[in-house]
Each structure stands twice: as structure tokens, then as C-alpha cells.
DNA sequence: GTCTATATCTCGATAGAC
DNA sequence: GTCTATCGAGATATAGAC
């Protein structure tokens, strides 16, 4: 690769990773994407073949490296609430690093996820096991082992992804309410880190 | 308004949330709705001038009709956390009936809530205190009696947002993991209502 | 590898018959 | 009030020069 084609290529996915997470797949226009980009639309098919592939390709990309983030924050050994705490710091900081990326997902959900299930399927049958599962089976032992009180772990998971991920959702309608709500602020960020971690950790100890 | 007419909007209506729920605004397709409508093109454009009305009148008239529910599910006098517990349910039961409304409105917020954002200003003008306004109030009076921790008001409610909604926007995801996760389940829906409850409640309390 | 120009199709919206 | 037919704008994608 040279040096253009790696920074065009990563222009067109930073852009692209924009506007598909403004408007979802069908939402998205390829002209704004190459506008965002400052390239034109040409290139963009000749980077990748058509919008499925682009959509594609920025989703397995972008989601591959946050799930590898999860897996590595997962530290065993330490005790399931501290586990949790630097989790949701780590959790926080990526998503307030790259807002899009979360908003990308929500995205693909509204759409019935048929991107997001096929990449998990496929990963599933890999050699090691996935991240998400290993998360699943961490809070199952806590829970077996009265570490914390017995919540379904699913349920857990999907509580956690609500707690942090609606904090990027959200903050259009909210910041109405309460002006200081930015995601760009790092008084925030910390204020609602220090929030989840307080309402989660009371919430599953016993 | 003859019976035919009635009818008819309220087809388009019902058919334009679900469509604007899966693709927002600018990736739902006029002849999509339609079709979901069982009517043709230029119904749509008889009922309603054009696309941008047709989502603003679906949007407000679902919202409205939410705000207002929530507002109802308030009652006061009673403990923050036992009112608080009532609301989960009332707040799950609507979603759990009509998961398109949260749908549409994370969507709304995806592209920036520019519609949402003109409603509750519009809406903070008028004679009585508003939902979500009156809602927070009593959070912070909580709060200040010692009633409940001391949380910030926003947070703790973009909290009880993110865990409800988070139900049905991370389902196409998470049934990977759980297949027994689905929306239509009432005993799943029951399941979520408990742990929302028991997580929150212990998790504010003292 | 990057651009302009253009082919082809789809979309939103309207005209006009019934 | 409902339909068919169609216009014109805007969309994806490609051809071909440089």
C-alpha cells in the first residue's frame, strides 16, 4: 500500500463511519460521504465496490477492534465489581473517544442487525471463545458464587450497554433539559462514570 | 372525517412509525410506507404535503401521547422509589405494546433530534409544567430529603432510559447470545421489569 | 490513483381520470 | 377519496481521460 491510498482509505472510512451513524445504511449518501472525505464519489467505488461492501466493511472494522478492547479490559482474577468498574471506564472512554461507533451499532439494530449477526455467528465458530460470550460466562460464575446478587446475565449486559451507550444516544433530547450535557466534556464523561459505577455497584452487591 | 378517511390515515400513520422506526427519516422510502399502508404513492401525498410532515405529525402524535402517559404514571405523594417502580412498569408496558415509538425516537436523536428538540421547546412554553420537567423536579426533591442517594437528576434518568429502551433496540444483537430474548415474550418483558427494579432500587437507595 | 462526465435507475411529488 | 401514469430531481454506479 502506499501512503495515499492507506490516508484516502482511511479518510473514506472515517467519513463513511460518520454519516452511516447519522443515518444508518439507506439513510447515508454516498456524495456526503465523499464530501466528508474531500475526495469525490468515484473513489469511493473504486476503494470499495458499492455502499453494501463500504457499510460492511466500516462495520466489521469498527466493531472487531471494540470487541478486542472489551476482551482486554476483561481482566480475570480481580473481583467482579472491580472487574466491572474498569470495564465501564474502559467501555466509556472508547465511546466518548469515537461516538459514532456506538451510534453505528444502534443503527444496525433498528435495521435488524442481519451485519451484526452474521459477524458474530462467524466469529463464534472461531477457534478462541468471542468476547461477549466470555463477559456472559464472568457474570454467571459471580452470580454462582454469591460474589454478586443473582442477576441474568444477559440482563446484566444489556443494563450496562444501556447505561453507556444511551449516554451518546441521548444527549440531543437531554441536553434540553440540562445545557451542560455534552459528550465532548470530560466533566461529564466522569460525572456519569461515577454515576454507573455507584447505581451499578450498589445495585448487584448484596 | 368519514370512516373511510380515518381509516386511512391512521393506516399511513401506523405504517409511517413502523418504516421511520427501522430506516429514520431520510432512509425510509415513501413507497415502502405505502405498501406497509396497503394504499399507493399518492394517498400518502393527499393525506400529508409531503415526507418531512408526514414524520413530523407521526413523530409528535406518538411522542405527545407518551409524554403525557408518563406524565399520568407519575403520581405524586407516594416514595420516590415506590413511584419510581410503578413508572418502570407502566413506562415497559408502552414500549412492550409499541416498540416502534422508542425506536423512532433514538432515531430522531441519531440525526440530531432537531424535530424533538423544537417540540419540547415549544411545549416548555405553554401554560403547565411539562413530563419530563416535573419528572426531574421530583427526582431532585428526593435526592435533597435524603430519600434516595444523592444522584444527579439527569443521569439518573437518562439511567432508567437507557435500561427500558436499551430492551428494545438491543434485542436483533443480544439474541445471538440468548435466543429466549424476544420483545413479544411477555415473560421475558417480566424478567427485564424485575431486574430494572432491583437493580435501580438498590442501586439509589441508601 | 484521481478526476469529469454520464449512464441508469429510483425516489418524491404531481397531474388528471374516475 | 382513490387510482394510474409520469415528470424531474437526485441517487448509485461506471466509463474513460489523465
Redesign the pocket.
Request: glycine share 0%; net charge positive; charged share 30%.
Given at each position: 500500500m502506499?501512503a495515499?491510498?492507506i490516508s484516502?482509505e482511511s479518510a473514506i472510512f472515517d467519513a463513511a463511519l460518520r454519516v452511516f451513524s447519522r443515518k444508518g445504511k439507506d439513510g447515508?449518501?454516498?456524495?456526503e460521504i465523499a464530501d466528508e472525505a474531500g475526495?469525490?464519489?468515484?473513489?469511493l467505488?473504486?476503494y470499495f465496490?458499492?455502499?453494501?461492501s463500504l457499510y460492511e466493511a466500516v462495520f466489521a472494522h469498527v466493531i472487531g477492534r471494540f470487541f478486542s478492547e472489551i476482551d482486554r479490559a476483561m481482566l480475570p482474577g480481580r473481583p467482579f465489581v472491580e472487574s466491572m468498574e474498569g470495564m465501564i471506564h474502559v467501555y466509556m472512554d472508547m465511546h466518548a473517544a469515537q461516538p459514532e461507533v456506538a451510534r453505528l451499532w444502534v443503527q444496525e439494530n433498528l435495521n435488524g442487525a442481519p451485519v451484526a449477526r452474521s459477524l458474530i455467528e462467524r466469529h463464534r465458530n472461531a477457534d478462541h471463545p468471542f468476547g461477549p460470550h466470555r463477559l456472559l460466562a464472568r457474570i454467571r460464575e459471580a452470580a454462582d458464587a454469591g460474589e454478586i446478587r443473582a442477576v441474568d446475565p444477559v440482563h446484566l449486559m444489556m443494563t450496562v450497554l444501556g447505561m453507556t451507550v444511551m449516554t451518546f444516544i441521548a444527549t440531543p433530547t437531554l441536553s434540553v433539559f440540562d445545557p451542560s450535557l455534552r459528550i465532548d466534556s470530560a466533566a461529564m464523561i466522569d460525572a456519569r462514570k461515577r454515576h454507573i459505577v455507584e447505581v451499578l455497584t450498589h445495585g448487584i452487591t448484596i
Open positions: 502506499t495515499a491510498e484516502t447515508a449518501r454516498m456524495q475526495i469525490n464519489k468515484a473513489m467505488h473504486y465496490r458499492n455502499k453494501d
